[in-house]
Structure formats: structure tokens, C-alpha cells
């Protein structure tokens, strides 16, 4: 797996979109500050991948989403095994605080695919062929495609702070403990746990076994197979002597039902024929007929008179005036006479409103000058008020002013002084304009309201007027309408006519009504005698017609014919034919019941011998003879089933036997690997070749990491270095300096990868990414890691990234993001 792209936005302190660009990257460096994000951006390519991340606690995906935010998401574009994919995740949180994966997928991405065309694009957009739309499906895809599960993906490609450090220098059983750890191995106790688990539920299985087969040997002995043969012989053979004798028991069942039928037949027609008798009022009926038709054509009579009658009161009626325009005429001569009396009080009104708008119009005049006199006296006033002020101001001066001086107030010389005069004048004008207005005010008050009062009077004195006119109008329209209207006294006596003719109309109709009543009583008198007439001649037919067919055995006299005029006449013929029919029908009921009986002997014969049959077969016998063939056939099916039971239990012991005898291989086999891998030494010898694996290959990278000085070699679980720079000597790794360890761990990290790498032989390692922290090396360690570093890189099997706070490598490396972070979010800018 090679990370070709990054997309982050609003994940950990990542708020904002950010791109991180590692298309042509095969060495590079994060770099910046403790706390800037440096390892976040790590965690965002596991966190894509595998919706985990290993510093946090979990699958949990709190983590995930800025603090306050509301959505994370992620995208990366990488390639794995010569093909590109895009991988998303969003997290969102909801109304109620809870963090979840909303949006997960993968898709595949075209060959001409080109990432820097994303450049500005959102996290989420889709990019290729979905492979995986949902966290589930997303999780076993990655798993195909990049070869590696979560645990073995942050050992091989992902390498977090302190993992392989530690494991150079642990003590012999730490060190077991971690490769068990890593390599898996704790599968082994699984598999002698699965084995024992195994051999106790053999042990359960090969125990309900036997009891299976005790209870089937029971069931299946040869004795029991043996009877039920016979049982089944038995019945096949009643099966054969039935099937022989049903066509000769058949044709005697025939002849006796034919027998029994005609029997019957011939007792049914005795019973109809003994039935034949005249119902009691047959002769009432036709007397009855006709007197509710004498009755019918009397009230027709009556119905024809009244019905004339009714037919010239309504000619009369109908030569009397309308009473409806009689009275509209009465009613406009009362409204004619009513609207001239109003039209007296509208005059009489109309007089009052004049004199009372004369009235009203002298007072406005009144009013109208006394307000006049009253402005023209504050007019007055107000001139004698600027006549004293202008007295005053002079008598002032009158002291300033000196014969030969020049006036203060036109600057001319003064010739002659004026006389002293007394200042006062002023407030004295004062006081009679403050008097005067007043006075001019409540005359103009009383102006406004004689002018009010008068616009009233007017306004009430059109009023009226404009009511008299209407009046007035009225008046003359209605009494051109009326113009001609017979009197008052002729009106009524127009209507006191017609009120005659109407009551005559009335009674007429009555009458009728009455007599259309007793027309339709009388009708439906005579229906229902019809009626009873009908169905008493239905019940006649239906008894002549039940006995008119011709007997069994020879033919029965005629029924007589039938005279459809008197039902009485009818009943008497068919009571006498019946008499002598019934005579007939007795001597062949006789012959027909001889043969009935003779017909059941001989089929009671058959049947007791079959019955002895099916005694001897121990097989219930069925009442009906059409059931004999369904008995037997049901009796040989139950045997035959009875008999396949056992031998059914008989090859179900067979085969349990067979399976109880895989089951012990089975047990065997889990057994003896249970115990196998009990023993305390299979888990050391396990570790031990793991050891030696990963040692080899880590002295195989170690030494071309050292130039060739360093071999890596273990002995009683202790890891020793050989120094080729040294005459060979083999040394303990802990005297190997901060450089060399750092070598050393790396060397055993990339073969644990490699080790781990081939259990998954789909997985794709195409990169290796360090999150190692580098502060606490001294210069010339330094100068070695980064040495190393580079020596990996120029290996070109692999993308190399690095994360590190410490300048002095971050400049050896070719391609650095430096990652900084401000108050609002991290930001990451590509140097080289």
C-alpha cells in the first residue's frame, strides 16, 4: 500500500480542507513543532483505512472529529498492487451528541486516473467503481486489497513511537511475549483449546450414539422384521381375494339397489295418490270471485258520477277572478292611503323645519357681526397698544435729550425738546387688548356654534324635503297603477266567490277521492280472491302432476281432463283416478319388494364370506362395499410402512455405526493434538523459529543498513551482534551506540514486516512510515539514522516516511511537510 493523496477536513485539529500531495514523495519527513499534528495525519491514513487508530482507545470514532465539530471526513488515494483506489470515511455527530460513521466507501479508480485533477475537491465526492459503500463492507475490502488486518497493518507499514525499539532490548520473556504478541502466536493455545473442546463433544456425541443404537436394536430385531412380513403377506393375499370377487359382488350390489329403487319408486307413488283430496273451500272460492266483481263495476258507476261532478265545479271555480290579484289591489289601495297620510305629517314637518332654519340663519347674522364688531375692536386695540409703547419709549428718551445734541435714535441734531409726558400707557393697552380679545374670542365661539346649529337645520331641512319628494312620487306612481281598480266593496265580493267555488271544488274532490278508495278496495278484493283462485288451481296441478308419470311395471291409467272453470268438478276426476291408480300400484309394489329381498340374500351371501376374510387378515371391515378397495389398500400400505420402519432403523443403525466409528477418529486426532500442544516446550520451539526467521532477515538489512560491519545473531534468546570491523567479535546489542540501535531496531522491524507480510500473501508493502520519536540522539546518531534512513529509501522498494521535530534530519531528508498549526486549524505546506 503506497499513499498517493490525503483529504482532511474538520478531522482532530485538521478543521479546514487540507491536501497533502505524496504522488512523487518516496522520502519524505513531517516536520514541525510538539502538538502541530505531525501524527494526526498518520492517523488519518490508518483512520481511512481501518476506522481505528492506534493511539486511541478502541475502534472509537470520538476522536475523529475536531473539538465543536459537527463532520469529519477523510479521503485518501493510494495504490496496491499496481492499481489505484479511493478510500472515504465521514464521521457526523447528531442532535444528541453522538459521534457515528455516517459515509463509508471504496472504489476503484480508472488507469488514466490523475490526482492532481482533485485539486479543491471535497473529501466525499465519488471517484471510480464503488467497491464498498458501508463501514462493514468497507472494512473486508481494504483487508482484500491491501493485503494486511488492522494489527498487522500498524507492524508492517505504520510504525508507532517505541513499538521495535523495546523489542531489541527486552529481557528473554518480555521478547517472548511480545512475539507472541505480534506473530500471532497465541493462536496455538486457541487451537489446543478448539481441539480439547473438540474431544469432549466427540466423547458427548459418541455417548448419544450408543444410546441411539441400543434404542434402534430394539426397534429392529429379527423377529420383529420377520412378523412384520407376515403381516404384510397376510393382507396382500386379502388384497387378491377381494380384487377377485368385487365384479361379481358389484353386479349383486347393482341388482339390489336396482331392486331396493323400484321398490321405492312405486311406495312414493302410492304416498302421492294417498295424498289426492279437494281442499274444503274449494267451492267457496268461485262464489267468492263473483261478488267482489259484482261490487267493482257498482263503485266503477259510483267513481264515473263523482268524477263528472268534481269536473264542473272546477269550470266554475275557474270562471271566478284571481284572488291573489283582488287582494294585491286591496293592498295597494291601503298603501295609497297610508302614504297620503304620510304625505299631511311631511308637510306639516316640512313647515316646522323651515321656521326652524329661519331661525337658525337669523342667529349666524347675529352672531356673524357681533364676532365682526369684536375683531375690529382688537384691531383697535392692538394700534393703542404700539400708540403707548411708541408714548412710553419717547418718554424715556424724553431725558436723554439735550437742545443741540444729536438724537440717539436718528442721530439729528434735537432743535426743541417735547413736553414730559408720564410712562404707564402701556400696561393700561395691555390689559384692554388682553380684554378685548376675550371678548373676540367667545363671540367667535359663539359664531362657530350658531354656524354649527344652522348647517344641522339645514341638513334635517333637506332631509325632509328630499322624504316629501320621494313621498310625493310614490303618491303618484301608485295611484296611476290603481288607476281604474274596482271599488273596495266589489273586491270583496269577488272574493267571497271565489272562496264559494273553491269550498264546492273541494267537496267535489272529496267525493272523489272517496270513490276512487272504495274502487281500489274493491279491486283489490277482487284481486285477492284471484289470487287464492291461482294458487289453489297451482296446488291442484302440482298434485295431478305428481301422480301422472307412468309406475314401474307397467303403465297406470291417465289422469282425467281437466275443466279450468270449476275447480271443484276438477278435484272430484282426479280423486277418482287416483282411486283406481292406487289399485294398480299395490299389485306392483308386491313383485317389487319379492324381488328387493331376494336380491339383499344373495349379496349378504357374498359379503359374509368376505367378511370371514377379512377376519382371518385381522383388518377392520368397512360398512359400505365401495369402501372395500380403500380398506385393503390401507391395510397393505400400513403393513408395508410398519415393515419399512424397522428396516429403516435397521440401516439407520448401519450408518450410525459407520459415523460412530469417524467420530473416534475424530476424537482421536483432537485428542492427541490437545495433548500435543499442551506440552510446555511446543511454544518455545515455535518462538524459536520464529527467532531464527526474524533474525535472519534482520542481519540481512542490518547489514546493509552498517555498510556491511553489522551481523545480527541470537543465542538463549539474547540478541548479540557480530562486528566485521572488529575481527568479528560478537558482542551484546546493548553496547551497540544510540545510531547502531537505532539500525538494529529497524532492521528487526522491517523483517518482523516482512515475516508478518508472508502470512498474507496478497499484501501490498509498498510503503513504511515511522512515527520514532529522534530528540534524545546526540549529533553523530543522528548523522547515522538519517544515514539509514536514506540507505532505506535508496533501496526503492519502498516509500520511506518519517516523523520528526528535529531539524538537523528533516533537512537530510528531500521532501518535508512542514505541519504548523494556528488558532483555528492545522496547516500543512510541502518544502521540496
Known amino acids: ?269 302410492l304416498t302421492a295418490l294417498g295424498r289426492i283430496a279437494a281442499p274444503a273451500d274449494a267451492g267457496a272460492l268461485a262464489t267468492a270471485g263473483q261478488q267482489a266483481k259484482a261490487r267493482l263495476a257498482g263503485v266503477a258507476d259510483e267513481l264515473t258520477a263523482a268524477e263528472e261532478h268534481e269536473e264542473k265545479a272546477r269550470a266554475r271555480l275557474e270562471a271566478t277572478v284571481d284572488p291573489a290579484d283582488v287582494k294585491r289591489t286591496l293592498d295597494g289601495l291601503a298603501q295609497l292611503a297610508a302614504l297620503r297620510a304620510r304625505q299631511g305629517d311631511g308637510a306639516t314637518a316640512l313647515t316646522q323645519a323651515d321656521k326652524a332654519h329661519a331661525a337658525s340663519m337669523r342667529t349666524v347674522e347675529q352672531a356673524t357681526k357681533l364676532a365682526k364688531g369684536k375683531a375690529d375692536e382688537v384691531v383697535h386695540a392692538q394700534h393703542a397698544l404700539e400708540e403707548a409703547r411708541n408714548t412710553d419709549r419717547v418718554a424715556v428718551l424724553r431725558p436723554l435729550l439735550q437742545v443741540g445734541h444729536a438724537c440717539p435714535v436718528c442721530e439729528q441734531s434735537v432743535a426743541t425738546l417735547p413736553a414730559q409726558r408720564e410712562v404707564g400707557a402701556t400696561v393700561a393697552a395691555q390689559d384692554r387688548l388682553k380684554r378685548v380679545r376675550a371678548e373676540a374670542e367667545k363671540a367667535d365661539r359663539d359664531r362657530q356654534t350658531a354656524d354649527d346649529a344652522a348647517r344641522d337645520t339645514d341638513r334635517r331641512l333637506a332631509s325632509i324635503r328630499a322624504r316629501k319628494e320621494q313621498l310625493d312620487q310614490e303618491i303618484v306612481q301608485l295611484a296611476e297603477v290603481l288607476a281604474g281598480a274596482p271599488e273596495e266593496a266589489e273586491l270583496h265580493a269577488q272574493l267571497a266567490a271565489h272562496a264559494q267555488a273553491k269550498q264546492a271544488l273541494d267537496r267535489a274532490g272529496a267525493a272523489r277521492r272517496r270513490a276512487m278508495e272504495q274502487q281500489r278496495a274493491a279491486l283489490a278484493e277482487v284481486q285477492r280472491v284471484d289470487d287464492r283462485l291461482r294458487a289453489a288451481w297451482r296446488i291442484f296441478d302440482t298434485a295431478r302432476d305428481s301422480v301422472a308419470s307412468v309406475v314401474p311395471g307397467g303403465p297406470v291409467v291417465a289422469p282425467p281432463p281437466v275443466d279450468r272453470e270449476d275447480l271443484q268438478a276438477a278435484w272430484a276426476g282426479l280423486a277418482e283416478w287416483a282411486k283406481q291408480a292406487g289399485q294398480q300400484l299395490t299389485t306392483l ?183 520514532e520519536g529522534f530528540g534524545t540522539l546526540d549529533s553523530s546518531t543522528l548523522d547515522v539514522v538519517a544515514a539509514t534512513l536514506e540507505n532505506l529509501a535508496a533501496r526503492g522498494d519502498r516509500m520511506v516516511g518519517v516523523v520528526t521535530h528535529v531539524a538537523a534530519l528533516a533537512e537530510r531528508i528531500p521532501v518535508r511537510f512542514e505541519v504548523r498549526k494556528d488558532a483555528r486549524t492545522a496547516r500543512v505546506d510541502r518544502i521540496g
Open 1 to 269: 500500500m503506497r499513499p498517493l493523496r490525503l483529504d482532511l477536513r474538520g478531522f482532530a485539529i485538521f478543521r479546514e480542507h487540507t491536501v497533502i500531495d505524496l504522488t512523487d514523495a518516496d522520502f519524505f519527513a513531517l516536520v514541525g513543532p510538539t502538538g502541530s499534528g505531525k501524527s494526526t495525519i498518520l492517523d488519518a491514513i490508518c483512520f481511512s483505512l481501518y476506522g481505528q487508530v492506534p493511539r486511541w482507545s478502541g475502534k472509537t470514532v470520538v476522536n475523529a472529529l475536531a473539538p465543536s465539530g459537527i463532520e469529519a471526513a477523510v479521503r485518501m488515494i493510494f495504490e496496491s498492487g499496481g492499481r489505484r483506489y479511493a478510500v472515504t470515511r465521514v464521521v457526523r455527530r447528531d442532535g444528541k451528541g453522538r459521534v457515528a460513521t455516517k459515509q463509508a466507501g471504496l472504489q476503484l479508480l480508472p488507469p488514466t486516473f490523475n490526482v492532481a485533477v482533485l485539486d479543491g475537491d471535497e473529501p466525499v465526492e465519488e471517484l471510480g467503481q464503488t467497491l464498498a459503500g458501508t463501514p462493514v463492507e468497507l472494512d473486508a475490502a481494504v483487508a482484500d486489497v491491501v493485503g494486511l488486518p488492522y494489527d498487522q497493518f500498524i507492524k508492517c507499514v505504520l510504525l508507532p513511537q517505541g513499538e521495535f525499539a523495546a523489542f531489541l532490548h527486552a529481557k528473554p520473556a518480555e521478547r517472548q511475549e511480545i512475539l507472541v504478541k505480534l506473530l500471532g502466536l497465541e493462536v496455538y493455545e486457541q487451537i489446543r483449546e478448539k481441539a480439547a473442546e473438540r474431544d469432549k463433544a466427540a466423547a458427548h456425541q459418541l455417548s448419544a450414539t450408543e444410546r441411539l443404537l441400543a434404542d434402534l436394536a430394539a426397534e429392529s430385531d429379527d423377529g420383529l422384521l420377520a412378523a412384520a412380513q407376515e403381516r404384510v403377506d397376510a393382507v396382500e393375499a386379502l388384497a387378491a381375494r377381494v380384487v377377485a370377487e368385487a365384479p361379481g359382488l358389484s353386479a349383486l350390489d347393482a341388482q339390489r339397489r336396482a331392486a331396493v329403487e323400484a321398490l321405492a319408486v312405486v311406495d312414493g307413488r
Open 589 to 771: 309394489r308386491t313383485e317389487a319388494d319379492q324381488a328387493a329381498r331376494q336380491a339383499t340374500a344373495s349379496e349378504e351371501t357374498v359379503l359374509d364370506r368376505i367378511r370371514d376374510w377379512f377376519d382371518e387378515a385381522e383388518v377392520a371391515m368397512p360398512r359400505e362395499i365401495a369402501g372395500l378397495d380403500r380398506a385393503v389398500t390401507v391395510a397393505v400400505e400400513r403393513a408395508a410402512a410398519a415393515r419399512d420402519k424397522i428396516l429403516d432403523a435397521r440401516k439407520r443403525a448401519d450408518d450410525l455405526r459407520k459415523q460412530r466409528k469417524q467420530i473416534e477418529t475424530e476424537r482421536a486426532v483432537a485428542a492427541t493434538l490437545a495433548q500435543h500442544l499442551k506440552a510446555n516446550n511446543f511454544e518455545a520451539w515455535l518462538l524459536e523459529e520464529a527467532l531464527d526467521a526474524l533474525v535472519a532477515g534482520a542481519s540481512e538489512i542490518l547489514r546493509e543498513l552498517s555498510a556491511g560491519q553489522y551481523d545480527l545473531m541470537h543465542r538463549n534468546r539474547e540478541f548479540f551482534v557480530v562486528d566485521h570491523h572488529d575481527a568479528g567479535l560478537t558482542r551484546p546489542v546493548r553496547t551497540l551506540s544510540g545510531g547502531e540501535t537505532f539500525q538494529a531496531s529497524l532492521a528487526l522491524a522491517l523483517s518482523l514486516a516482512d515475516q508478518l507480510a508472508g502470512m498474507a500473501h496478497a499484501a501490498s508493502l509498498d510503503s513504511i512510515l515511522l512515527d
